[in-house]
């Protein structure tokens, strides 16, 4: 009955592939996220979808791809990987897009670029 | 940008003791949150405050937001080792209201 997932949990790969991250939320809200955490804990939005609609967009590289196919799901590709792109990153979901609005976080996956 | 500052970053008490953190801005939030991050897990809502001045309390938790919805503070009466964790405060204000701006990180170790 886990409400927010991540896929993977780990991940460790070399520079310059690619690779996806998988997000799925049960829990029936409209808005997804993408957060990167740093080694030094600090949190930082990166995208979000309403409704499959981006309406979040961070000042990310375009090597970072975000897709939602349905609302219950969002999923983070990146290309090229690099050395700066080793943190945790956490998926998180709301019921809408309202001012104070309780965030879900997921589990986190730690990626390790070598 | 809005910046949101905690301090201190680190802090190491003994059980029983209190503690205050401090999650500062120049900017004004809509709503200020806490969150508390556990070691290997995301972030966990604590409290929502939206009105100036206002101060709710969860137990042996007391947050207060500033008169002027720049700056909150979380107060822990009788600290125990189950309140080790992250704290992080996060602002909602101009822009998208659901994007959150988060705090620099407050680290509280609590031991016997």
């Known amino acids: 009955d886990t409400a927010v997932s991540q896929t993977p949990k780990y991940l460790v790969t070399q520079m310059g592939n690619d690779k996806s991250i998988k997000c799925e939320q049960n829990?029936?809200?409209?808005?997804m996220y993408w957060y990167k955490q740093d080694s030094k804990k600090f949190l930082k939005i990166m995208f979000s979808?309403?409704?499959?609609?981006?309406?979040i967009n961070e000042t990310v590289p375009n090597r970072f791809s975000p897709k939602s196919p349905d609302k219950a799901h969002l999923n983070l590709h990146i290309n090229s990987l690099e050395l700066g792109d080793s943190a945790v990153y956490f998926c998180?979901?709301?019921?809408?897009?309202?001012?104070?609005?309780?965030?879900?976080f997921g589990p986190g996956t730690r990626l390790l670029v070598l | 940008t809005q910046l949101l500052e905690q301090s201190p970053q680190f802090l190491s008490i003994q059980e029983g003791e209190n503690l205050t953190v401090y999650c500062n801005s120049s900017?004004?939030?809509?709503?200020l949150q806490w969150y508390r991050q556990e070691p290997g897990e995301g972030p966990v809502l604590l409290v929502t405050?939206?009105?100036?001045?206002e101060v709710k309390k969860l137990k042996r938790l007391t947050f207060q937001f500033g008169d002027a919805r720049k700056d909150s503070s979380l107060h822990i009466t009788a600290a125990q080792p189950g309140d080790t964790g992250l704290y992080l405060c996060?602002?909602?204000?101009?822009?998208?209201?659901?994007?959150?701006?988060f705090g620099t990180g407050t680290r509280l170790q609590v031991t016997l």
């Open positions: 998180a979901s709301s019921p809408g897009t309202s001012w104070g609005e309780t965030q879900y």
């Open positions: 829990l029936g809200h409209d808005t």
């Open positions: 979808y309403n409704n499959k609609e981006l309406i």
């Open positions: 900017s004004v939030f809509s709503s």
């Open positions: 405050v939206v009105t100036g001045g």
């Open positions: 996060a602002g909602s204000g101009a822009g998208t209201a659901s994007k959150l701006t």
